[in-house]
């Protein structure tokens, strides 16, 4: 992940653009992340990609600039 960036930050980078995003862009960016999940009746495991944590927050970070400049 990005040093500097939390997970605070990274869901306010995304907030804005939610909205515009295609279907499968916004299945793109919450799958990025996600290695496995196991669901059971018992609770769900999920293992995370820190590559895919690193890319989402590179992509966040690049489409952030372009995302304040359309909300002012």
């Not at 992940?1 to 279907?23: C, H, I, K, N, S």
């Amino acid at each position: 992940m990005q040093p500097g960036v939390t997970e605070q930050e990274a869901r306010e980078r995304v907030e804005p653009l939610w909205d515009e995003l295609f279907p499968a862009e916004r299945t793109r960016i919450v799958r990025l992340p996600v290695d496995r999940d196991d669901i059971r009746a018992e609770g769900a495991e999920v293992r995370l990609r820190l590559d895919g944590l690193g890319s989402l927050v590179r992509d966040l970070a690049a489409k952030a600039p372009d995302a304040r400049r359309a909300a002012a």
